[in-house]
């Protein structure tokens, strides 16, 4: 029975490099959640996709950040032109719906740097 | 919109000391309510949840937490820890009404227990 899987678990990046994260959700469930952890603080949520739809990117940055969550594979967030301050632990949930008292599950994180 | 508080952000406990981390948030509907737990390099984990009825909710572990509403807190308890409760560990609010979208994390403890 896996639960979520994120890799890859460190990524380092050069600034202005493209950094790929991967997260694919456990079985049956078809909501992913991205999280942002930037040091010394809590988890920050980004956005929330089921299969092949954005339901709500209110936590995106505007500019280089994207995600998606296809039809068939993993779920990804692409960060574009990556700059120091995109340095984080990035957080992936998965639920089995979108219901108010819902529980998600958390992979174990990507670790990006960026030097 | 909502906030949460958490107000220790480093705590070191001897071993079989007794253990409460507090939690306060803002939101002036229903919610509900999460403490989550992160082991060294490991996965968020779900330690309790509160949706209804009893506020008084048993974790695992042997954590619980109480849901005071009066307080808007959600302090969690241990009677004694272990040096294995070693972690970092946070607590989540959610509007009842909201999908797991709308959680909003607290900055997190870092509980440190000496042997």
């Known amino acids: 029975n896996a639960g979520v899987m994120q890799n890859p678990r460190h990524l380092v990046r050069r600034r202005g490099q493209e950094a790929r994260l991967r997260c694919s959700p456990m079985?049956?469930?078809?909501?992913v959640y991205w999280y942002r952890q930037l040091p010394e603080e809590g988890l920050k949520f980004m956005v929330y996709?089921?299969?092949?739809?954005?339901?709500?990117e209110s936590g995106m940055p505007k500019e280089r950040f994207s995600a998606e969550f296809p039809k068939e594979g993993p779920s990804i967030l692409r960060i574009q032109q990556v700059v120091r301050g995109d340095s984080a632990a990035y957080f992936c949930?998965?639920?089995?719906?979108?219901?108010?008292?819902?529980?998600?599950?958390f992979g174990q994180g990507t670790r990006l740097t960026v030097v | 919109a909502q906030s949460v508080s958490q107000h220790n952000h480093h705590v070191i406990l001897s071993e079989a000391a007794s253990l409460e981390l507090g939690c306060n948030y803002s939101?002036?509907?229903?919610?509900?309510l999460f403490w989550y737990v992160q082991y060294p390099g490991q996965h968020l984990q779900l330690l309790l949840k509160?949706?209804?009825?009893?506020?008084l909710v048993k974790g695992i572990k042997g954590f619980e937490a109480e849901f005071i509403k009066s307080k808007f807190s959600f302090n969690l308890r241990k009677p004694s820890v272990q040096w294995s409760d070693t972690a970092e560990y946070f607590c989540?609010?959610?509007?009842?009404?909201?999908?797991?979208?709308?959680?909003?994390f607290g900055t997190g403890t870092k509980l440190q227990v000496i042997p």
């Open positions: 949930a998965s639920s089995p719906s979108g219901e108010g008292n819902t529980e998600a599950f």
């Open positions: 079985k049956g469930h078809s909501h």
């Open positions: 996709l089921q299969k092949e739809n954005i339901i709500d």
């Open positions: 939101y002036g509907g229903t919610v509900n």
């Open positions: 509160y949706f209804s009825g009893d506020p």
């Open positions: 989540a609010v959610n509007p009842y009404s909201g999908g797991y979208q709308k959680v909003t």
